[in-house]
């Protein structure tokens, strides 16, 4: 998946990975005492967590309301990317939702569906220019099968 200001004409594909860390248990299991991995989205009014290296960015989504699409939780792993990294998507949704797309830096790429609410994939980072370092927000849209949509932003790091 590309991240961050790749080359526009570069396409990239996302495959489907399910693996022991696209699992429910493995993706949405938290460290005890509060603190939640480092890149992680807390909840409006809770406590920021100190950062932490090598850990999936990790977003919690605000409830909505019933009969709308939800995404539970969404992580982009490893948090930090550059040229030539593997980045993994994980999102957990709803049953309803058909359908989940990643976009970021104006590219967008669909993730695969590897179950009912369980979206996965993984791409490589293509050479990126070193201008294209700094911080972006993957958006991560769900779709149901009536068009009604939700969202939620995950946090990378291009070195």
């Known amino acids: 998946m590309c991240l961050a200001a790749c080359g526009r ?11 022991a860390a696209s ?3 493995a ?5 005890s005492g509060g603190i939640l991995p480092s890149g992680v989205a807390q909840r409006t009014g809770a406590p920021a967590a100190a950062p932490r290296p090598a850990q999936p960015a990790y977003h919690d ?10 995404i539970l939780a969404a992580s982009v792993s490893p948090s930090v990317v550059g040229s030539g990294t593997v980045v993994s998507a994980v999102v957990h949704t709803t049953p309803g939702v058909v359908s989940v797309v990643a976009s970021a830096a104006g590219v967008s790429l669909a993730i695969p569906r590897v179950g009912p609410g369980l979206f996965a994939g993984s791409a490589t980072i293509p050479e990126l220019p070193p201008f294209a370092r700094g911080s972006y927000s993957v958006t991560f849209v769900a779709r149901d099968a009536r068009g ?3 969202q939620s932003a995950v946090g990378v790091v291009v070195r």
């Open 23 to 25: 699992t429910p248990s």
């Open 148 to 150: 009604a949509r939700t």
């Open 61 to 70: 989504a605000q409830p909505v309301p019933a009969g709308q699409p939800q």
């Open 9 to 19: 004409g570069t396409q990239s594909q996302v495959t489907a990975t399910p693996s």
């Open 27 to 31: 993706v949405t299991g938290k460290p």
